[in-house]
Each structure stands twice: as C-alpha cells, then as structure tokens.
C-alpha cells in the first residue's frame, strides 16, 4: 500500500487547513487509516485514526473538537479537516494505514504503511 499526502502548508493561528491521504490499494486491504506528527525535537505522536468500515473515529486529546477525519471508501483517501490552528499544531503530519484491527490503534506499532509526510506551520 502506498500512501500519499498532500494539503500541507503555512496559516496563522486560528486558520483552517485540509489533509488528504490517497491509499494505492483498495481499503478492504487495511482495517485502519490514521494520521500522526512529529514536530521537531519531538516523538511521533498520534493525532486521529479511522477505521474504514463503520467509520469509527479516534482522537488525541489536543485536538478533539478542532480537528475531524474522515474516509471516502469509494476513492480509497482519507482527510484531516484541522480548524482553529494553533502554532502548537506546527509539525510534519503523516498518514498510516493498519492492516490488524486493533484496540491500539493509536500505537505507532499497529502501523504498517507510512507516507512521506507533510508539513504544517501555524504561524502566531
């Protein structure tokens, strides 16, 4: 599965940007899609995932209200809607996909695919 971001980009704090993730393969392939950052200086952290069949979402605590993943089955790409940015939010963002269903699916671990990541500035 190859994975493919696009959407990156400079805002000021309180703007809104849109991650796109375009998976190579059919979703029945993969449980799971996810989006994690690393800003610099800092781990790879988890920001949200979604499971492509039920839809079910899951979210770090920083970003719960400002910031909504979706999937659309039927092109095999995943977004991350971001609002209200806050400088804090400033970091590569990447896009996963999890071939295991797991109760983990924040781990880095559960992960299998990773693309090559995009950049996020949220200027103050």
């Known amino acids: 599965v190859q994975l493919v971001e696009s959407g990156g980009g400079l805002v000021q704090a309180g703007g809104s940007l849109r991650l796109s993730c375009a998976a190579s393969e059919r979703t029945v392939s993969t449980d799971a899609m996810g989006w994690f950052r690393q800003a610099p200086g800092k781990e790879r952290e988890f920001v949200a995932a979604v499971r492509w069949s039920g839809g079910s979402t899951y979210y770090t605590g920083s970003v719960k209200g400002r910031f909504t993943i979706s999937r659309d089955n039927a092109k095999d790409t995943v977004y991350l809607q971001m609002n209200s940015l806050k400088p804090e939010d400033t970091a590569v963002y990447y896009c996963?996909?999890?071939?295991?269903?797991?109760?983990?699916?924040?781990?880095?671990?559960?992960?299998?695919?990773w693309g090559q990541g995009t950049q996020v500035t949220v200027s103050s």
């Open positions: 996963a996909a999890a071939r295991k269903r797991s109760i983990g699916i924040a781990l880095r671990e559960l992960y299998d695919y």
